[in-house]
Structure formats: C-alpha cells, structure tokens
C-alpha cells in the first residue's frame, strides 16, 4: 500500500510539471524561461540536454536574479548552470546523477 501511494505521488509530482518548477521555469509562448537566484555571479550560462549541453547565456533582471530563454520542448529537461565557470544548481525538487559524479536538475515540460 505505502508503495503505491509513494508511486501515485511521484506521478503526480512528474505530470505536472513539479510544483516547485512553478517559480524556477515559465512556459512563455514557444520558449521555456528558466530563473535562478545566483549570488554574486557576474556570468551565467544555462546548460541542458534542450540545447544539446551547448551554453545559453543568462540574463541578469534583478539583482541575483537570472533568466534563460531557450525554446520549448516537451518531455524530460536535465539542466544547470555554470555560474563564473563553476556548476550551479537551484534549489530544484527533483535532481539526477549527471554521469560525472555530480548532478543535473530536472523538469519535465508537458504543454
């Protein structure tokens, strides 16, 4: 029984998109927008299997507060960014090994 429940929820969390995503990405039109608060970063790219790991560059709106603008594709994003050369992830709900020993975000666009 615990063992469905725990299913049931971790498909839920996966279908919609991961409620905690809600403030960390934005479905604008054909482009996902990612957001990332990154303390005294003064370059920042976003990094994804989207952009086939090529580097996006971010655009600093306020303050800490970082965007990416990429265009939008549905299904399973790994993602993060490199924040002055050195790999930054948000504080985002659902990670996964990268491969490399560290670890990638995850969001899974679904519109």
Known sequence: MRKTAL?????ILVLSGCSMHRRLVEHQGNSLVFFAEIPKAHRVYFVSNITNFNKV?????KNNLWEAKVPFKKGFIKYFYLADGKVFLPN???KIN???GGKDC???SRM
Do not use: E, L, Q
């Not at 299913?7 to 498909?11: E, H, I, R, S």
């Open 106 to 108: 995850v969001y899974v």
């Open 7 to 11: 299913a049931f929820a971790v498909t």
């Open 57 to 61: 560059k971010a655009i600093r709106i």
């Open 92 to 94: 985002c709900s659902m």
């Open 98 to 100: 990268d491969g490399f």
